[in-house]
């Protein structure tokens, strides 16, 4: 079946949506959400997925972007969440997801030259221990630690100053295109089965006896309104948790928001190859390698504020640099700075009456069944998404609906043994990655960009460029890119709005230091082709996307998240919301 999501997969998604009773119906489409509808698709199940913005537009797109089993949780002995973690990175390494999840190597510098590098190594080795024990998947894993003297240190980082550190122990974890997973997990749910549809907003509920039977919609692309029936619904919906149980006239999870910021410099700006982990007096700072940028992140501070639009103010900019400096030689400077992206951590706490809720509480996430015919799930880690789908759904199938056997089996999760959409091929892929570049006089870098974000349905993207070899070039402004890829994710990835492609199917908007702008034309034309846009149409799309560059430009420079937010809510919303009931 195929995993494509063009805009008439969609049309054809609602339609059958709203003519079928589904089995369950997940609202929400970042990294939980989607995993969730692999994981009900995979079992059997006819599923349906929702999304009021597009696919990974929350937190899902604005994390550290790593896999990793965190090694502060080790310090904190919670071993059970650390082993969890280490797993499931192995699993996408290994198998579920090699073109999109890669071993990447971290510095831990050590200011203390015998017992910080002893009680450091110590964790370390056991973190060493539990990922190979446990995160080996098809004999792909993740090297060993090293420990690294001074002399070895300023080799392999000579960016760090000489009094930064005594030396380091260099370790590894895991790094991930963390939109286009999501995009993924999506396709590859579809390609089970599942009808999925962004750009949808849930804005009431169908009740039956007592019991959640669906939902009211509204195709926020037509305005044409919905009536979705499902036996169950999920909601995976994060820092918006509360505001969905509040539609539902439910309560059982309180979930507070907390900004996390990153920042993206120029690759040129720090020598070497590894990343490094600081500590800093709140947590850990990451400064991760990526192919033409380092991003650097992150902050940890509450946002009380409307969760639609978080921002970065000057203030979490000059931390970040400030942290950062502490280490280079080579201080960074706000010029550096090409790109800032701002997202809002779950942070959850169970509360309600005692037998209000029935709730499943791992370390990391809670699941609740909040009312009959509604479950939902908060908190997590992105590393740990599959089991968090996993057992949302196990939960709601528990909630037995009427004319559901009691009795009856639930079919056990598949998604430890399902690898995404182009997993498949993707090594053998990157063996001919030289015949690919000869093939279409292009460099092995490039084919490695394209099978680094595509992995084997590479081909589909090269089969455009063979019917249209316009389409090969580079876009305009954005020279690590083809045309082709802004064609593709029209037409196989979902994007309905020139953001969606200069946001989350690139990373325009935050790895160049004109956040995208010199692409928005050039893009846009290429999309009001395949989408229908008149000429107003793509001059408001390319408008919208450029109000928004100058209003989260605006927001850097104010001191503090208040006035950020009133900077950033400037630029108006391509898709404005329709009123809830």
Aim: charged share 25%; aromatic share 6%; proline share 5%.
């Amino acid at each position: 079946m195929s995993t494509a999501l063009s805009p008439e997969v969609r049309t054809r998604a609602l339609a059958r949506m709203s003519a079928d009773v589904l089995d369950v119906l997940v609202i929400g489409g970042g990294v939980t959400g989607a995993g969730a509808a692999l994981d009900a698709a995979s079992r059997g199940l006819t599923v349906g997925l929702v999304e009021q913005r597009d696919w990974a537009s929350g937190t899902s797109s604005r994390a550290s972007k790593l896999v990793h089993g965190g090694l502060r949780y080790l310090e904190m002995l919670d071993f059970a969440l650390v082993r969890e973690a280490l797993h499931e990175r192995g699993l996408l390494v290994g198998r579920l997801a090699p073109h999109l999840v890669h071993p990447v190597p971290f510095l831990y510098p050590l200011r203390h030259r015998v017992w910080e590098r002893a009680y450091t190594g110590a964790g370390i080795a056991l973190y060493d221990v539990l990922g190979g024990l446990l995160g080996r998947v098809g004999g792909q894993g993740v090297p060993l630690h090293r420990h690294l003297s001074k002399k070895a240190l300023r080799r392999v980082a000579p960016s760090l100053r000489e009094d930064a550190a005594v030396g380091a122990i260099r370790y590894w974890d895991a790094k991930v295109d963390d939109a286009r997973l999501v995009q993924v997990l999506v396709r590859t749910a579809v390609g089970h089965g599942a009808l999925a549809a962004s750009r949808t907003q849930v804005v009431g509920y169908l009740e039956e006896d007592g019991r959640v039977a669906g939902v009211r919609a509204v195709d926020l692309e037509t305005g044409r309104e919905l009536t979705i029936r499902a036996r169950h619904v999920v909601g995976a919906t994060g820092v918006w948790t509360d505001q969905t149980q509040e539609l539902f006239r439910a309560q059982g999870l309180t979930v507070r928001a907390s900004k996390g910021v990153h920042i993206a410099v120029p690759r040129e700006v720090i020598a070497g190859e590894d990343g490094i982990i600081l500590r800093t007096e709140k947590s850990v700072l990451f400064i991760i390698p990526w192919p033409t940028h380092w991003v650097i992140g992150t902050t940890d501070t509450p946002w009380d504020l409307a969760k639609d639009h978080p921002v970065a103010s000057a203030a979490d900019v000059d931390y970040l640099l400030e942290r950062a400096n502490e280490v280079l030689e080579r201080p960074l400077s706000r010029d550096d700075v090409v790109g800032v992206y701002t997202g809002l951590r779950p942070l959850l706490q169970p509360v309600g009456e005692e037998g209000a809720a029935t709730t499943k509480v791992s370390r990391e996430h809670t699941v609740a069944t909040v009312r009959p015919g509604l479950t939902v799930i908060a908190g997590g880690k992105y590393t740990t998404y599959r089991v968090m789908a996993r057992d949302v759904v196990d939960m709601a199938l528990a909630d037995r609906a009427p004319g559901e056997d009691p009795d009856a089996p639930v079919p056990a999760s598949l998604t430890e043994e399902l690898p995404l959409a182009g997993a498949d091929g993707y090594r053998v892929r990157w063996n001919r990655k030289a015949h690919l570049a000869r093939a279409h006089g292009w460099t092995e870098t490039r084919v490695e960009h394209l099978l680094d974000r595509y992995g084997s349905l590479v081909d589909e993207l090269l089969a455009l460029v063979d019917a249209d070899p316009d389409l090969g070039r580079p876009l305009e402004g954005a020279p690590d890119y083809v045309r082709a890829e802004v064609v593709y994710a029209v037409t196989a990835e979902g994007a309905l709005h020139l953001e969606d492609v200069l946001t989350r199917r690139t990373r325009l908007s935050y790895e160049q230091a004109d956040r995208g702008t010199a692409s928005a034309r050039p893009a846009a034309e290429l999309m009001a082709r395949l989408l229908g846009w008149d000429d107003a149409q793509r001059e408001r799309e390319i408008a919208t996307y450029l109000a928004r560059v100058e209003a989260e430009r605006a927001a850097e420079a104010m001191p503090d998240d208040t006035s950020a937010e009133r900077a950033r809510l400037q630029a108006p919303e391509i898709r404005p919301f329709a009123a809830s009931a």
